[in-house]
C-alpha cells in the first residue's frame, strides 16, 4: 500500500534542514548571491551533503552512500523549495545520481561515490525542459583510442552546469563523463528567469570523456522520471511558502481598517490555495513513494505529481505577488525568486502538458 | 480494552457465538451492539468498550471477513453520523439508553430539522419556535423545516428550535429530539432539479415535545448542534476509494468504449480533470492514513469542497461528450428514493444532481470561510448580528 504519510525519521529529517537553511539561507542573501556571478551558495552545500549527508540519499551504502530513499531526498527538496535555495541538490544528489545508478563499471561506481560524498557536484547535460520519455539531444563522439574518446558539439538549457565538476553528456548513444575543468569545455552561462537555478550551454571542442554506459536513452530516462517525481515535492515546498507568506502578510496589512485578510474575497482565495497545496502534497508523496518502492505505479504516479504540482506552485507564486500588493512587485521582496523557480519549475523535466499526454497514454484514455 | 490483538479475539468469539450464517439480521445487530463492537470507542453499555476510535476497523475487517451483515450505514447515515454523537455527548444516561441502540441497529432512522427556508448558510437565524407549556412542562413547536432527507421514513429527528428570541440568535436556540409520529408533524416531498424528491419541507404544527426530550440544556442549542455539525463533515473521507472510482469513471469508461465521441478539445479537458480526480483520491487516502495512524489532519474540510467542485466539472463533461444523447435525460418520474445514488443513474443526472453537492451540507462559500478561518487562522469579517436579539435583526 502507498505510505501517504511523513514518518518520524522524515520529519526529524525536515527539522535539521529547515533549521539550517533558517540559518544560513535567509531571503536576503539569496537574493544577493542571484546577482553575482556564483549562483550556487558552496558553503550552503557544503553543510547539506558534507554536514549532513545528504548528497548521498539514493546511493547504496556499499556504493558510498546514505542508502536511504527518495521518500527521504523529497523531503529534502521540500525544504530547499522553501527555502529557494541555490544548490545544485536536485541536478547532482538526484538526476545526475540516478543517470550514474543507471550505468556499471568503475568509472560510474567511483563517480557515483564522489557526487554521494558532495565533494564533486554533477549535471546531466540534458536540457531542463526535457519531459521523460522526450527526445534529447547528445553531441558527436569521437574514437581517440582509449575508453572514452572525445567529444564535439554544443548542448543547451543546461541547469547547474555553472558550477558542476562533471557533466554526463550522451553523445552516439552512450553517455560519457565529462570534467568541466579540463581543456576543450566551454561552459556559457545564460541569463536564466530562475536566479536560483542557473542554466548555461555547453561546448565540446575534442573534450576527453570517459564512457559511463553504452545506453545512454535509459539512464536518462531514469533520471529524468526521478527528476520529473521529486521536483514535484520541490514545488510543493513553493507552494508552500507562498501560501504560509501570504496569509501572513494579509493578518497584518491593513486597509479600509480592517486586516485584508479578513475579506471574503480573499479568503476564498487563499482557501482554495490551499486544498490544492494540499493535493499537491498526496501527489508528490505518491510519487516519491512509488519511486522509493519501485512500484508498477512509478510512471504514473510521476506524470499524476508533475501534471498537478505545476500549475499549483505557479498559482500560488502569482496569488502571492498579487495579495501582497505593490510590494510583491519590489525586488527587495523574495516573493519574486518564488515565481521565478514556480514558473522555470513548470517547464523543467516536462511540462503539465507534457505530462498529461505521457499520462493518457499510462491510462488508456487516447487522443483522438 | 485497548489492544488490538484482544479485540480480535473477542471478534472471532463473538462470530462463533453467533454465527452470521445462521443468525437472523437483526438479531446478531443487536447482540453485536450489546458486546460493545457496534462503535468501540463508545461506553461500554451503550454499543462500545471505551477503546481507541482507531480500532474500530479491527473489528470491521473481522466481521466483513466473516461475511456478517451490516446495520446498512447509508440507509441510516443520518442518524449514524450526526444524532448519535450528539445523543452521547449531550443526552441524560436515559436518553443514551432510550435512543442509541434502535439507532445503530437501523430499527429506527433518524432525521436531521435543522434548515429552514430563511435559515440555511446562517443557520442560527432560525425561526421556528419552541415554547414552553408551563402546566405540563412540555414544549409546543411551530415552524418549518427543509432539505430534510429521510423525513418520510424517519422514526425520530434532531431539532433545533427558538426559545428565547430576547437573545443574540446563537443564545436563544434550544435543541431536542422530535418525534416524527406526532399529529402536528406534516412531511411533504420537496421534488428537485433531477425531478426526483429526495428530501422533503416538513411543517410542524403545535408539535408537543416532552422536556425528557431535550438535549442539552435550554438555550444551549446552538452549542450542541455545533457537535452535530462537526460530525457532519467528518463522516466523509473515511473510505478507500479505488483509482476511477469517482464520477471520473463512467466518462473514462465512455471514452474508452466510444471512440467516435472524441475531440481534442475534450481530451484536453478530460486529462485535466482524471489528474485532478487522481489527486482527490489520493488527498482522501492520505487523510484516511492519518486517521488510523491517529493524527487527524485538517484535511477533512476541504475534502468535501474538492469533490463538490470536481462532480460538478466531470458531470459537465460527460453531458457534453455524449453529444446528441447528452440532450436527453433518462426519467422525470418524480420519485421518493430512499437513497440518493449519486453515479447510479445517467450523465444528466448525475450533472444536475452533483449542483447540489456545493450546497447540500454547508456551501463551498461557507466552507471556504471555515477553511480559512480555522486552518489558515485568518480573521473573520466585522459581523453586525451578533448581539443583536433576535427578534430585533433584519429579516
Known amino acids: ?98 543517470a550514474l545508478l543507471a550505468c556499471e563499471g568503475p568509472e560510474a561506481t567511483e563517480l557515483l561515490a564522489a557526487l554521494a560524498a558532495g565533494r564533486t557536484v554533477g549535471a546531466l547535460a540534458v536540457s531542463l525542459a526535457t519531459a521523460p520519455g522526450a527526445p534529447f539531444n547528445g553531441v558527436r563522439h569521437e574514437e581517440v583510442g582509449d575508453q572514452g574518446g572525445a567529444l564535439h558539439g554544443e548542448l543547451t538549457g543546461i541547469a547547474d552546469a555553472v558550477g558542476a565538476d562533471v557533466l554526463l553528456v550522451p553523445a552516439g548513444g552512450g553517455l560519457f563523463a565529462v570534467h568541466t575543468a ?67 502578510y494579509t493578518k497584518e496589512r491593513h486597509q479600509f481598517n480592517r486586516p485584508v485578510g479578513s475579506f471574503q474575497a480573499l479568503k476564498h482565495r487563499l482557501a482554495q490555495l490551499w486544498l490544492e497545496v494540499v493535493g499537491t502534497r498526496a501527489a508528490a508523496r505518491a510519487a516519491a513513494d512509488a519511486l522509493a518502492t519501485g512500484s508498477a505505479d512509478t510512471d504514473l504516479t510521476s506524470a499524476l505529481a508533475q501534471a498537478y504540482a505545476s500549475p499549483v506552485a505557479v498559482r500560488a507564486a502569482e496569488e502571492a505577488v498579487q495579495l501582497h500588493g505593490g510590494i510583491g512587485m519590489t525586488w527587495e521582496h523574495p516573493v519574486h525568486l518564488y515565481l521565478k523557480r514556480a514558473k522555470a519549475d513548470s517547464i523543467a523535466y516536462g511540462t503539465a502538458g507534457a505530462h498529461r499526454e505521457a499520462l493518457a497514454g499510462l491510462v488508456e484514455l487516447p487522443a483522438p | 480494552m485497548t489492544d488490538a490483538t484482544e479485540l480480535r479475539l473477542r471478534t472471532e468469539e463473538f462470530l462463533a457465538a453467533h454465527p452470521p450464517a445462521s443468525t437472523d439480521r437483526g438479531d446478531f445487530l443487536k447482540a453485536r451492539f450489546d458486546a460493545g463492537l457496534a462503535w468501540v470507542h463508545y461506553p461500554e ?59 445503530w441497529t437501523g430499527e429506527e432512522v433518524w432525521c436531521q430539522l435543522f434548515s429552514e427556508p430563511g435559515a440555511g448558510s446562517d443557520l442560527a437565524a432560525l425561526g421556528t419556535r419552541a415554547v414552553r407549556d408551563e402546566a405540563s412542562g412540555d414544549w409546543i413547536v411551530n415552524g418549518q423545516k427543509v432539505w430534510t432527507s429521510s423525513a418520510h421514513s424517519a422514526r425520530w429527528a434532531i431539532l433545533i428550535a427558538r426559545t428565547d428570541p430576547e437573545q443574540p440568535k446563537h443564545r436563544g436556540i434550544t435543541y431536542f429530539v422530535c418525534d416524527m409520529t406526532d399529529p402536528g408533524v406534516d412531511v411533504r416531498p420537496l421534488r428537485q432539479i433531477t425531478g426526483e424528491a429526495e428530501f422533503n419541507e416538513v411543517f410542524l404544527t403545535d408539535v408537543r415535545i416532552p422536556d425528557a426530550h431535550r438535549l442539552g440544556a ?130 444528466g443526472y448525475r450533472y444536475l444532481r452533483s449542483k447540489g453537492n456545493s450546497i447540500e451540507g454547508g456551501t463551498s462559500e461557507v466552507l471556504l470561510n471555515i477553511v480559512a478561518e480555522r486552518v489558515l487562522g485568518l480573521p473573520s469579517e466585522p459581523r453586525t448580528d451578533k448581539d443583536v436579539a433576535w427578534k430585533d435583526l433584519a429579516r
Not at chain 1, 551558495?41 to 548528497?55: I, P, Q, T, V
Not at chain 1, 558510498?64 to 523529497?74: F, S
Not at chain 1, 573534450?207 to 529524468?224: E, G, I, K, S
Open chain 2, 45 to 103: 453499555g451503550l454499543g462500545g468498550l471505551g477503546a481507541p476510535r482507531s480500532l474500530q476497523a479491527v473489528v470491521d475487517a473481522e466481521l466483513e471477513a466473516a461475511g456478517a451483515p451490516d446495520n446498512d450505514p447509508r440507509r441510516i447515515g443520518i442518524g449514524l453520523g450526526m444524532a448519535a454523537p450528539t445523543v452521547l455527548g449531550f443526552g441524560t444516561e436515559e436518553q443514551k439508553r432510550r435512543f442509541l441502540r434502535p439507532l
Open chain 1, 1 to 98: 500500500m502507498t505510505d501517504l504519510l511523513y514518518s518520524e525519521e522524515e520529519e526529524a529529517l525536515r527539522s535539521a534542514v529547515r533549521d539550517l537553511l533558517t540559518d544560513r539561507c535567509d531571503a536576503a542573501a539569496v537574493l544577493a548571491r542571484a546577482e553575482t556571478d556564483t549562483p550556487h551558495d558552496r558553503e550552503l552545500w557544503k553543510a547539506l551533503a558534507e554536514g549532513m549527508g545528504l548528497a548521498g540519499l539514493l546511493v547504496p551504502e556499499e556504493l558510498g552512500g546514505q542508502g536511504a530513499t527518495h521518500r527521504e531526498a523529497a523531503v529534502v527538496l521540500e525544504e530547499l523549495g522553501r527555502a529557494v535555495a541555490p544548490t545544485p541538490y536536485l541536478t547532482s544528489a538526484v538526476v545526475a545520481t540516478e
Open chain 1, 182 to 248: 579540463q581543456d576543450g569545455v566551454t561552459v556559457t552561462p545564460r541569463t536564466s528567469l530562475d536566479l536560483t537555478r542557473p542554466l548555461a550551454t555547453v561546448t565540446f571542442e575534442g573534450a576527453r570523456a570517459r564512457a559511463l554506459t553504452q545506453d545512454a536513452d535509459a539512464a536518462v530516462r531514469r533520471a529524468l522520471r526521478a527528476g520529473a517525481a521529486l521536483l514535484a515535492s520541490e514545488q510543493l515546498g513553493v507552494a508552500e511558502w507562498c501560501l504560509t507568506e501570504t496569509v501572513r
Open chain 2, 218 to 347: 435550554v438555550g444551549e442549542g446552538w452549542k450542541v448542534a455545533q457537535t452535530t455539525l462537526m460530525n457532519e463533515r467528518v463522516s466523509i473521507g473515511g473510505m478507500r476509494i479505488p483509482r476511477e472510482g469517482g464520477m471520473i469513471g463512467p466518462v473514462a469508461k465512455a471514452w474508452r468504449e466510444r471512440p467516435e465521441l472524441r475531440t481534442h478539445d475534450l481530451h484536453q479537458r478530460l486529462m485535466k480533470l482524471w489528474v485532478d480526480a487522481e489527486v482527490a483520491r489520493l488527498t482522501g487516502e492520505r487523510l484516511r492514513q492519518q486517521l488510523v495512524a491517529g493524527q487527524p489532519g485538517p484535511e477533512g474540510s476541504g475534502m468535501k469542497l474538492g469533490f463538490a467542485r470536481l462532480n460538478q466539472e466531470i458531470s459537465g463533461l460527460e453531458v457534453e461528450l455524449l453529444g446528441e444523447e447528452g440532450l436527453l435525460y433518462d426519467d422525470w418520474t418524480m420519485r421518493r428514493p430512499e437513497l440518493v445514488d449519486f453515479t447510479g443513474r445517467e450523465a
